[in-house]
């Protein structure tokens, strides 16, 4: 979940040029950051605990550099264990994205053999691994390349020596190589970190590594150190602009753009969506993956395609599918919808099933990802960068993508297509109506300060709710439980007192009823309600109206919650667009 970033080019001073790409990558983690640059033969190091700073303190002027932002994994967040990490010698330095599985008994056969360790982190194993190998390695690229072989687990590093070379392995989590427009090199864990000043990408696959000396550039097998064929892709993200605008906050912009990337959903082509729909109809078996938000959006997935497309399709989490890993094989299909496209526990579960010939379907907003470059079927949300660490209009996009795949297998895609139109305008007069923002402010006020909220919901809202938990608990560190409302009596009736409040999202559906009637048990014994729905309940004490648009009412209902969470953030004063310990791009298990 760290950030890599490495630059050499005349062109600019590589303090500033890695610092303005750590600032883009901070999204990937942001507890620690630091800086490594080249000058006159020798490497300067400058890292800090917190997030990001403006200049990059005293190291000198240069033309090559490498920086890292931290999300910790091993090892307090302190100076010393902020990356980038030096040799003993001081002859390289070393940042790491990653989890080094194996590092307890890398280290312990390190110590023995006299080296010292001085940092708690798993990356220093690797920075004596390669000082051993140094011992008889020809050059350094090839000691790089015979120590990461002895790592276990999904890691990328990059190197620093003091020669002005750098390079970069890959196995697990992302790397991309881009060609500036004088003649710049950029090596980074995403291409949106130096999209504005690259013209082209080479994105590494697991297994290669990269050395870049002189502006040659070199790209060879881990496995055999053999050279293989650079393929560069154009930058398709080269004029997009990142900015708050008018927003106090990422997040806020990010919700607002909510109708954008449904139309954007709806303007892929008729022929790649039923290209899918026949996949997923002669499949044997149907499953939905993600993790986190995008966990929720696969289950929404499977939800819709078993209600329209009539499918037998299974939602899975990352991180918990280990049980399912023997069983998915040739005539499978998987779809995963993921923002980055390089989620470490979900990919893992896709190498397996693309290996058995399994199908895979993607729904990525990050060009060159992984998740991407596995998939047979490949679509792209182009919603443009999501800054915030909370995901918001991805998530939106995700669901109305999967409901318009479920109106696809159920043959009736244009009639999708006019539902989501209907939700996109209605989405964007929502947002634009002045009293429904202050209502939900007023709302966000009184309950940023409950110290436990619950959420109900049923059929389309199910995951919604839970979504909406996600959201409040990222946000406002206020402890949130989403509860299925058909579950209510059999456990979490018990919770059910004065003071309590329930937040509940209800369509005009055929399980509305149901809803209700939960809702009113709830309101029996005490506890206070708030409904967002499109006509108002006898039960709710609270209630925020919202347009009725049918099929895709739900998507339409977690505006709203985010909306809530956003406030409640903002009432509590957190650091909105960074909440605390949690980072977007998981890119280790």
Sequence with gaps: MCGIFGYAGAARDAREAVLEGLQRLEYRGYDSWGIAVVSNGSISVDKHIGLVGYDAGSLPRSHIGIGHTRWATHGKVTDVNAHPHYSSDRSFALAHNGIVENAPALK?????????????????????????????????????????????????????AKSGEIIAARNG??????????????????????APHVKSILV??????????????????IATGKKIKQVYEKNLLK?????????????????????????????????TYLALARAIKRARRVYTIGSGTAGAAAAQMAFYLRLYGHIDAKELIGAEAFEYKSLISKGDVLIAPSQSGETADVLEVLELVHARRATIASFVNMPGSMMTRLSDHKFMANAGPEICVMSTKI???????????????????????????????ETEKLLADDKFIAKVRGHASRLAHKEHLYLLGKGQNLQIIREGMVKIIEGSYVHAHAIPAGDLKHYAITLMA?????????????????VLNAIHEVRARGASVFGIAPQTDENFDE????????????????????LLAYYMAVELDHNVDKPRNIAKSVTVK
């Design 108 to 160: 312990s056969s390190l110590q023995k053999d006299g080296f010292k360790f001085i940092s708690e982190t798993d990356t220093e194993v690797i920075v004596r691994l390669i000082e051993r190998r140094m011992r008889k390695a020809k050059t350094l690229s090839e000691a790089v390349r015979l120590s990461f072989k002895d790592l276990e687990g999904r890691n990328t590093i990059i190197v620093l």
């Design 173 to 194: 989590s992302p790397l991309v190589l881009g060609l500036g427009t004088s003649s710049e090199i950029y090596l980074s864990s995403d291409v949106f970190s130096c």
């Design 204 to 221: 590494l696959d697991n297994g290669e590594m990269v050395a870049v000396r002189e502006r040659a550039i070199t790209l060879s097998s």
């Design 239 to 271: 004029d997009v602009v990142v900015s708050k605008g008018a927003y106090d906050h990422y997040m806020l912009k990010e919700i607002y753009e909510a109708p954008f990337v449904i139309r954007q959903v709806i303007k892929e082509s008729d022929a």
């Design 395 to 425: 998530f939106v996009s995700q669901i109305a993508w999967g409901y318009l795949v479920a109106k696809a297998v159920e043959g009736k895609l244009a009639e999708g297509k006019r539902n989501l139109k209907k939700l996109a305008t």
């Design 498 to 514: 004065p003071g309590v409040s329930v937040i509940t999202a209800v369509s005009n559906d055929e399980v509305r009823a149901s």
């Design 543 to 562: 209630f925020l109206a919202v347009p009725d648009t049918k099929e895709t009412s739900a998507i339409l209902n977690i505006i709203p919650l985010q």
